[in-house]
Each structure stands twice: as C-alpha cells, then as structure tokens.
C-alpha cells in the first residue's frame, strides 16, 4: 500500500471520527463502526490511537476523487443511521458534510435511500 492511499484512507478515518464526535462524545455504536472501518481501511493501531486521542485538533479534509468523497458520505449517512433511523440533527450535519464535500442534497437523499433499503435487508 504506498503512502498515498495510506494517508487518503488516514483521512478517510480522520473525518469520521470528527464526524462522530460533533455533538461531545462518540456512542458505543459509533465507536463500533470507526473500529470496524479503521480494520477495514488497514490503519495501524497507532494511527487509530493517534486520531482517537486528537479529536478535538481534527480537521475535516475533503478528498480530491470524488468516488472518495461519496465513500465518505456513505460512510457518513451509515454512522448516522447505526441506530436504524437518522434523526433531524444527523440529517443536518450529514447536509453540511456533504455540502462540505462538494456533493449535493439530491447526493445525500439517495445515499440515505440506500443504507435504508441495505438496512431493512440485513435487519
């Protein structure tokens, strides 16, 4: 893996953690799914620690291909959504990174469309 897809993939991780970190602190489920996508990623255990232990420096890095930007907003919608449902206030923040990532709102309600239909097929 070079260093380039390492540090995409670092701040693939990076943003989420920001993401769900927004409202203070990070639930049980949230942090469930940022461990299983830093495996996923192939993140090292220090890079992991590092960015847990450095919330509150995080800055949110926008990606320059946009398949990695709608990676993100998946990703995103899919942490907002552990619950089974996205309230008002996850709806907004995942509006606001999606305009953040140069997407628009037609981008975000199909991607919630399709963690939603993902969703009831695994539940």
Request: with cysteine; hydrophobic share 45%; charged share 30%.
């Amino acid at each position: 893996m070079s260093g380039l897809t390492r540090n995409i993939k670092l701040e693939h991780f990076s943003n989420l953690v920001s993401v769900a970190s927004a409202d203070g602190f990070i639930e049980e489920a949230e942090r469930e799914f940022l461990e299983e996508r830093a495996m996923e990623l192939g993140l090292l255990p220090e890079q992991i620690a590092a960015v847990m232990s450095n919330i509150e420096a995080l800055e949110f890095v926008v990606p320059e291909l946009v398949e990695d930007r709608e990676e993100q907003l998946a990703d995103v919608v899919f942490m907002s959504m552990v619950d089974g449902t996205i309230e008002e206030r996850e709806y907004l923040l995942c509006l606001n990174i999606a305009e953040r990532l140069g997407l628009k709102k037609s981008d975000l309600d199909e991607v919630i469309a399709l963690v939603k239909r993902l969703w009831s097929r695994n539940n």
